[in-house]
């Protein structure tokens, strides 16, 4: 089995930053993407911000130059740092991965999601 378990989410005032953190475990031959995707309630869930395996980022027009995708490849983790942030910011984070568990076992895994609340 795989997991991604993500961390560092909260309540912070606009202006403010946060580091998203997210592992991956378990049964992993090897990670294609990663990435992290945002969801408010009652609307679909949009892309973030995306790193390859070989280090290419994409972000969305609304974070681009105010957050920084990482990640780190013998940890098997992911990260998100958001600075600036705004009340439109707000949503639940989830994590995200393309996972092979072996060379012919390939699908996205995600995680349970990290509440993130910009409010004054």
């Known amino acids: 089995q795989v997991q991604l378990v993500e961390s560092g989410g909260g309540l912070v005032q606009p202006g403010e930053s946060l580091r998203l953190s997210c592992a991956a475990s378990g049964n992993i031959f090897s990670i294609n993407d990663m990435g992290w995707y945002r969801q408010l309630p009652g609307k679909q869930r949009d892309m973030v911000a995306i790193?390859?395996?070989?280090?290419?980022?994409n972000y969305a027009d609304s974070v681009r130059g105010r957050f920084t995708i990482s990640r780190d490849g013998a940890k098997n983790m992911v990260y998100l740092q958001m600075n600036s942030l705004k009340p439109e910011d707000t949503a639940v984070y989830y994590c995200y991965a393309d996972i092979s568990r072996s060379r012919s076992l390939r699908r996205n895994y995600w995680g349970q999601g990290t509440q993130v609340t910009v409010s004054s």
């Open positions: 790193i390859t395996s070989d280090v290419s980022t």
